[in-house]
């Protein structure tokens, strides 16, 4: 528990800290456990807007995470709630300011809002004091609701929220929404980019890459753990790999419709020229002044490397190919033509890269890929059952799929989280 000297060092400490993270998704994580920690607050939801309701989307809760199992993860339905003052989050987001609850449970007759105990009830858990704070853009319009529940005292007990927390809570909400809009748009551009390459090929949509960049965390997470890497790594390589894992089939805007977008098998040429995107997609990345722009190319560049050394593109030299027209290569028909294309671009892969050799991010998202590939509809064949998907991946386990990762997936937890990456991130009707 923070007293307060140590609550405004660490305030002063917090922007920098918040705008060092990039991911929406990993932000509100960061910013849902900084909130508890300056309170001592043992549960809280984070709420996003968009138009007039407000997303459930991120929550945390230490009592009931004390009661999983090793390796568990709380999960939560996703759910909307309009923006109006009928609930609590509602009410918040529409007034635009906060409210400071001694008891959820009571609320006089004379207020507008109420707060609904089925949750509460489902999983044997009490909400007591619960303070309420609207998330506002710098031109003040709420942009999202913070919510944190049961304040604890040094003894444990649940306590009421103070003024002097409420007014701590909301110097850090202005601190945090700063942050929030710096996320939204990092996350806006890197789904515009998406959006181009899901103009080229249908598969690439926006829920199809959140879902593969929090598999990919996720995985990435239970890997470290078993490696000893430390938390400061740790958070800063979640942040990256979430975006990257998103961008890692960016470069199949440079393969032209008639190839991604064709119907039937590919051609010999056609599927070596597909192989390409792997170095295209790198290429936009060459210009490396962060880290994020490092772990983009690795992903980019390798992520359909396979464990026994049979994929694409090998130890290829991006830097030697930089003027690639695949354009050009594909204006002649002709046999002849045709064989030399083949020969040009055979003489470009290398030898697949192997086991460790193949960089373990690309290695996480190969993996994250295909489980999503497998799992979703596609307009050409139906989702597959989880135990059809499993099957065919441990079957690939040291063959296409580094084989600890295909262990780590198949813990019964993983999937569990993953089914609930499912359910947040679905695709469109």
């Known amino acids: 528990m923070?007293?307060?000297?140590?609550?405004?060092?660490?305030?002063?400490?917090?922007?920098?800290?918040?705008?060092?993270?990039?991911?929406?998704?990993?932000?509100?994580?960061?910013?849902?456990?900084?909130?508890?920690?300056?309170?001592?607050?043992?549960?809280g939801s984070i709420y996003i807007r968009?138009?007039?309701?407000?997303?459930?989307?991120?929550?945390?809760?230490?009592?009931?995470?004390?009661?999983?199992?090793?390796?568990?993860?709380?999960?939560?339905?996703?759910?909307?709630?309009?923006?109006?003052?009928?609930?609590?989050?509602?009410?918040?987001?529409?007034?635009?300011?906060?409210?400071?609850?001694?008891?959820?449970?009571?609320?006089?007759?004379?207020?507008?809002?109420g707060f609904g105990k089925e949750f509460d009830q489902q999983v044997d858990y009490r909400s007591r004091s619960m303070l309420t704070i609207p998330?506002?853009?710098?031109?003040?319009?709420?942009?999202?609701?913070?919510q944190i529940i049961n304040a604890k005292d040094n003894t444990g007990n649940v306590v009421v929220f103070s003024d002097r927390d409420e007014k701590i809570m909301m110097l850090f909400a202005s601190i945090a929404s700063a942050a929030l809009e710096h996320a939204y748009v990092s996350r806006a551009l890197l789904l515009r980019m998406i959006r181009m390459a899901e103009m080229r090929d249908p598969k690439e949509t926006g829920a199809h890459?959140?879902?593969?960049?929090?598999?990919?965390?996720?995985?990435?997470?239970?890997?470290?753990?078993?490696?000893?890497?430390?938390?400061?790594?740790?958070?800063?390589?979640?942040?990256?790999?979430?975006?990257?894992?998103?961008?890692?089939?960016?470069?199949?805007?440079?393969?032209?419709?008639?190839?991604?977008?064709?119907?039937?098998?590919?051609?010999?040429?056609?599927y070596l020229v597909m192989q390409l995107h792997t170095i295209c997609g790198a290429q936009l990345f060459l210009d490396r002044q962060s880290e994020f722009d490092d772990m983009a190319l690795e992903v980019a560049l390798n992520h359909h490397e396979r464990w026994d050394g049979n994929g694409y593109p090998g130890h290829v030299d991006i830097t030697a190919h930089k003027n690639l027209n695949i354009e050009k290569?594909?204006?002649?028909?002709?046999?002849?033509?045709?064989?030399?294309?083949?020969?040009?671009?055979?003489?470009?892969?290398?030898?697949?890269?192997?086991?460790?050799?193949?960089?373990?991010?690309?290695?996480?998202?190969?993996l994250a890929d295909v489980y999503d590939a497998l799992s979703s509809k596609r307009s050409y064949k139906d989702a597959w059952h989880e135990s059809d998907v499993c099957s065919v991946i441990q079957q690939e386990a040291g063959t296409h799929f580094d084989p600890?990762?295909?262990?780590?997936?198949?813990?019964?937890?993983?999937?569990?989280?993953?089914r609930s990456i499912q359910q947040r991130y679905k695709d469109p009707a």
């Open 209 to 270: 890459v959140n879902r593969v960049g929090a598999y990919s965390v996720e995985l990435y997470e239970r890997w470290a753990k078993r490696h000893v890497v430390s938390k400061k790594e740790l958070e800063r390589n979640r942040d990256s790999l979430r975006r990257a894992a998103m961008l890692h089939d960016v470069g199949k805007v440079a393969i032209p419709d008639r190839i991604l977008k064709k119907k039937g098998q590919l051609q010999k040429r056609e």
């Open 50 to 113: 968009e138009e007039d309701y407000l997303h459930f989307t991120y929550t945390q809760n230490d009592t009931l995470q004390r009661r999983m199992g090793t390796g568990e993860k709380l999960i939560y339905s996703t759910f909307t709630i309009p923006v109006n003052t009928k609930t609590i989050a509602g009410y918040v987001a529409s007034e635009g300011r906060s409210l400071n609850l001694p008891d959820a449970y009571i609320i006089g007759p004379e207020a507008s809002y």
């Open 2 to 43: 923070l007293n307060e000297t140590e609550k405004l060092n660490s305030l002063m400490e917090l922007g920098i800290k918040l705008n060092q993270v990039h991911d929406l998704d990993i932000l509100m994580e960061e910013l849902l456990t900084e909130a508890r920690r300056f309170v001592n607050a043992d549960a």
């Open 329 to 366: 290569m594909l204006e002649d028909n002709s046999d002849a033509a045709s064989e030399l294309v083949i020969r040009q671009i055979k003489s470009i892969l290398q030898k697949g890269k192997q086991k460790e050799e193949i960089p373990i991010f690309a290695r996480i998202v190969a």
């Open 404 to 418: 600890e990762l295909v262990e780590i997936l198949m813990d019964h937890s993983c999937l569990s989280v993953f």
């Open 135 to 146: 998330l506002k853009a710098g031109n003040g319009s709420v942009i999202g609701v913070l």
